[in-house]
């Protein structure tokens, strides 16, 4: 099946761009497909498990955005990837798919929930990202709006070299939900959008309510029929944006831009650490904007006119190379935030990388660093995924030997775990409290309160070669598995790299190389 797939993709990149680009645009997105139904789906491994709530996280609610837990990609400013609602204890659980958007290929990376009860979410295919307003319990679109295709997407297609797609992150998918439920994230064409949902006679539409243009600012002369291989002086993808404290709305490049956008004056103030990479969201709090490159962690402020300034710098060990399930040579986590005192991310050290912990207090006097714990097997270390962060615990997962979902994972390539370190009350270090062998090869995880279980996603490879797939539910004090929950088998099923979501209602989502899954319990305990 894989060479069969893999003969029809070289035919489509053998194609000429002008006329794939005809084809793409023909693809007409449906409302409400489904994804096929697959023997089994629902079943579940183990048995299920009444919930053992753990103590609230509290959190500052950020002025400028959405509810803490539902406004970004990773629950909220600080990254935590921890939800409050109680999600599926495997009780009768019923899985729900629907494909992303046109044809069989869509995935949607990630849910944000309004006020209202409505949810925004992000899917892509190859003619581009399109944001949906949806209602998740029927996962029933109600508007669509789409945004530019990415230049990396053509030029992948033109090098017929698919990893050009799955090294980029720039284009939306690190979008933020601001105070008024409006998305907020930057485009393909260097423009800073603030898109609102509002209902007419007609129904929902999703509008821009503002753009800012960046291209001054940031250089983006990309890809095009003339330029097949532009350098990071001619082209720099923004990967992310997220709002500080006074609302000063911040971003990030590629290629080492960080930049402020004052949304009341439209001033634009950037500066540039050249030769760094930058290919992950970052973290904001009261204290600052805290940023992680290929090669240092930061901590940042602003100048008196918004121009961003460097507080501390913290290199850690890149390495020598690229690993495989890594998408640079550098740390692959989001930074984290620990409370009110500590900063977590990894390092991309050789033999095994090291989850780092450090005081991120401005006028912290004496060593920074507070623990350095390696991970996983010698030789098969990697994560390029945020990890949990609950108060003092850390939950991270291993993401060695995964590529994306047309380079189907192998239970000898992906050699998995999944561990839990704590940093010690009184700051003098850290503890590794579990350690699971289970495999999480792409998702990003999230950790459920109402529950008191941290969910993942994970394969099974069948007797046929081709992979099943499942939810995954580790019990946070333990490590245990409780259980895991079938949703689907093959490609179409495939989680690459997209993000877990738990609603207010207690569903969980999770995206798909074709769609999304929402699954939840049949029956509450």
Same mark, same amino acid.
């Given at each position: ?17 002008a ?57 909220d ?12 204890l ?19 990376v ?14 892509s ?9 949806? /209602? #998740?319990e &029927?996962?029933? %679109?109600?508007?669509? @709006? ?9 030029? *992948?297609i !033109? ?13 939306g998918?690190y ?28 129904g ?34 923004v ?9 000063v ?12 956008? /004052? #949304?009341? &004056?439209?001033? %634009?103030?950037?500066? @540039? ?9 970052? *973290?904001? !709090? ?79 006097q ?23 962060g609950?108060?003092?615990?850390? %939950? ?44 999480a ?32 539910a ?52």
């Amino acid at each position: 099946m894989w060479k069969k797939l893999g003969l029809g993709l070289l035919l489509v990149l053998a194609l000429p761009v002008a006329v794939l680009a005809v084809l793409l645009l023909r693809s007409e997105p449906m409302d409400l497909p489904a994804l096929p139904t697959q023997p089994g789906q629902g079943k579940v491994v183990g048995a299920a498990v009444a919930a053992k709530p753990l103590p609230d996280l509290v959190l500052p609610q950020h002025p400028f955005m959405a509810q803490t837990g539902f406004n970004a990609m990773h629950a909220d400013p600080y990254n935590s990837d921890v939800h409050r609602p109680q999600g599926p204890l495997g009780h009768a659980p019923v899985v729900q798919t629907r494909q992303g958007r046109g044809g069989d290929k869509g995935m949607c990376v990630g849910l944000t929930f309004r006020r209202d009860g409505l949810a925004f979410m992000l899917c892509s295919a190859m003619q581009g990202f399109q944001f949906q307003l949806v /209602d #998740p319990e &029927t996962l029933t %679109i109600l508007a669509r @709006h789409d945004l530019p295709s990415r230049p990396s997407t053509w030029q *992948a297609i !033109a090098h017929r070299d698919l990893g050009i797609i799955y090294q980029d992150s720039s284009g939306g998918a690190y979008y933020y939900l601001d105070h008024q439920d409006r998305v907020v994230l930057v485009d393909p064409q260097q423009r800073l959008l603030r898109l609102a949902a509002v209902p007419g006679a007609e129904g929902w539409q999703i509008v821009e309510e503002r753009a800012w243009d960046l291209s001054a600012a940031v250089p983006n002369r990309c890809f095009s029929l003339s330029n097949w291989n532009p350098t990071p002086e001619q082209c720099d993808p923004v990967t992310a944006a997220l709002p500080d404290m006074d609302g000063v709305i911040w971003w990030i490049t590629r290629y080492g831009r960080i930049g402020t956008l /004052d #949304p009341e &004056t439209g001033a %634009i103030r950037v500066i @540039h650490l050249a030769g760094e990479e930058i290919q992950n969201s970052f *973290a904001v !709090a009261e204290d600052g904007v805290f940023i992680v490159s290929d090669h240092a962690l930061y901590r940042f402020d602003k100048t008196a006119d918004g121009t961003p300034q460097v507080d501390w710098r913290e290199r850690y060990d890149r390495g020598s190379g690229h690993k495989v399930g890594a998408i640079n040579q550098g740390s692959g986590t989001t930074p984290t935030l620990l409370g009110t005192d500590y900063i977590t991310v990894t390092d991309n050290a050789d033999d095994r990388i090291n989850l780092l912990v450090y005081q991120r207090a401005s006028d912290w006097q004496g060593e920074r660093e507070i623990c350095r714990i390696p991970l996983f097997e010698s030789g098969h270390s990697v994560t390029d995924n945020s990890m949990i962060g609950y108060g003092n615990s850390i %939950i991270i997962e291993n993401n060695y030997g995964y590529r994306y979902a047309m380079a189907p994972p192998t239970e000898q390539a992906v050699t998995g775990g999944i561990s839990r370190i704590d940093v010690r009350p009184d700051g003098s270090g850290c503890d590794r409290i579990w350690h699971s062998t289970e495999r999480a090869p792409s998702v990003v995880p999230k950790l459920s309160l109402g529950s008191g279980l941290a969910y993942f996603y994970t394969f099974d490879t069948q007797a046929d070669g081709e992979n099943a797939w499942y939810l995954m539910a580790l019990d946070f004090e333990t490590g245990e598995t409780a259980f895991k929950i079938h949703t689907g088998v093959g490609e179409r099923f495939d989680n690459s790299w997209a993000p877990i979501t738990i609603g207010p209602d207690g569903t969980l989502y999770v995206g798909v190389f074709a769609g999304i899954v929402a699954i939840k319990d049949g029956e509450r305990l």
